[in-house]
């Protein structure tokens, strides 16, 4: 998957806004909480995808090749891609759905409404 791909698969899921930081990070978000980030272009190693888990998620991942615990997100059970075809497409775009998931289920039931979330 390319930035350019997973740009469109994030715009495609309900409520998300994009933020372009910390170094020219592409950041997707659901109610402003940060779901997954594509970051490490200009690496030679092409872009490395960062996003939340859960817990299962979390215990798996990192077991894999090319999958590990993502640096300064892992307290929160994020876990980082260090090469972009560690996953298939469908797989990574299924944790993308997933942390999407995980992350507006955390919001207040209030803002869930107001996003169409519920």
Not at 34 to 50: D, N, V
Not at 57 to 71: G, H, R, S, T
Not at 81 to 92: D, G, V
Request: with cysteine; charged share 20%.
């Amino acid at each position: 998957m390319t930035r350019e791909e997973f740009d469109t698969f994030c715009a495609g899921l309900t409520a998300t806004t994009h933020v372009v930081q910390w170094g020219n990070a592409s950041v997707w978000k659901v109610g402003g909480k940060i779901f997954a980030i594509c970051s490490g272009w200009g690496t030679g190693a092409g872009p490395k995808f960062s996003f939340k888990c859960s817990n299962l998620a979390y215990e798996v991942l990192p077991q894999m090749p090319d999958i590990i615990p993502a640096p300064y997100l892992a307290r929160a059970k994020w876990v980082q891609l260090e090469k972009p075809n560690a996953l298939s497409r469908n797989e990574l775009e299924k944790h993308f759905v997933m942390a999407h998931a995980i992350i507006a289920a955390k919001l207040t039931k209030k803002l869930q409404k107001e996003l169409g979330l519920v």
